[in-house]
């Protein structure tokens, strides 16, 4: 890919990132976003495995279909701690690494802790807060970014949130 499909790319995920906020994010909202996801999941006949975490790393809710393992559960884990410490899209991590040429291990970070791939999404409030992480895992990874923003457009009612 060439820097500009990089630099579409974090334009993009800004743009998503700043559209799919959420007024409120209790407990039982990411029990109810985690069904609608999983409903989704099945309903298009994928294997996924989805996992919505606070920010301080509390598994609010997690679903790994037949055809995922404990190795999805993994990237997830990374994807996490992407999410955690950019607060930003796991995604938008990867497009922005590209184009500085910074990697996790420039940061005097462990690739086996934090991952440069699609399928983490913060979980903001509409103030700016981020609370929780919504990550992903079985698909090629843009496929894994696109599924989380195709679900959350349709769980809060956004019709114009661009795609990549």
């Known amino acids: ?23 409120r994010f209790s407990n039982k909202d990411a ?9 989704r999941v099945y309903e298009q006949g994928l294997a996924l495995a989805i996992a919505i975490r606070r920010v301080n790393g509390a598994i609010l809710y997690q679903h790994m279909t037949d055809g995922t393992n404990l190795n999805n559960q993994n990237w997830m884990e990374r994807k996490f701690h992407t999410v955690a410490l950019m607060e930003r899209s796991s995604l938008g991590a990867w497009a ?12 005097g970070l462990s690739e086996s802790t934090y991952v440069l791939c699609g399928g983490g999404f913060p979980i903001r409030l509409a103030t700016g807060e981020m609370v929780a992480i919504l990550t992903v895992s079985n698909m ?9 923003v195709k679900a959350l457009s349709e769980w809060l009612g956004k019709k114009d949130v661009e795609s990549l």
């Not at 029990?31 to 409903?39: E, I, M, N, P, V």
């Open 31 to 39: 029990l109810a976003l985690g069904s609608f996801l999983t409903d």
């Open 140 to 148: 090629p990874h843009i496929e894994d970014h696109q599924f989380i």
């Open 96 to 107: 922005e690494s590209n184009l500085t040429g910074e990697t996790i291990p420039v940061h």
């Open 1 to 23: 890919m060439d820097k500009a499909v990089f630099e579409r790319m974090k334009t993009a995920t800004e743009q998503q990132e700043k559209a799919l906020v959420f007024e």
